[in-house]
């Protein structure tokens, strides 16, 4: 959650923001917890992304899932690499709208 977000959240109910500096952290520290409803939120999100998830892959055999899974972590690997590389070089990272 950014500093733009927690507002919103705590007018929602969802989060509660408390001073970071009680808690040994600098003047302008924000600590940000969930509140029962923000929980209660969270787990009924996690609910519909994995009913989403398992939807999408019913149609995949196991051997196929396994497939996927495997291929998914390698671009997984090869984009934290390629990002780790770029950090602090700057380098064109691609965001660019112009052809």
């Given at each position: 959650?950014?500093?733009?977000?927690?507002?919103r959240a705590?007018a929602?109910?969802?989060?509660?923001?408390e001073?970071?500096?009680a808690?040994?952290y600098?003047p302008?520290a924000?600590l940000?917890?969930l509140?029962?409803?923000g929980?209660?939120?969270?787990?009924q999100?996690?609910?519909?992304?994995l009913?989403?998830e398992?939807?999408?892959?019913?149609?995949?055999s196991?051997?196929e899932?396994e497939?996927?899974?495997?291929l998914?972590d390698k671009l997984?690997?090869?984009?934290?690499?390629?990002?780790?590389g770029?950090?602090?070089?700057?380098?064109?990272?691609?965001?660019?709208?112009d052809?």
């Amino acid at each position: 959650m950014n500093a733009r977000n927690a507002p919103r959240a705590q007018a929602q109910g969802l989060v509660v923001r408390e001073p970071g500096e009680a808690a040994g952290y600098g003047p302008r520290a924000v600590l940000v917890s969930l509140t029962a409803a923000g929980h209660q939120l969270v787990e009924q999100s996690v609910d519909v992304v994995l009913g989403r998830e398992a939807r999408l892959v019913g149609g995949l055999s196991q051997a196929e899932r396994e497939t996927l899974v495997g291929l998914l972590d390698k671009l997984l690997a090869d984009v934290r690499r390629q990002m780790a590389g770029q950090e602090g070089a700057g380098e064109d990272r691609g965001d660019r709208t112009d052809p």
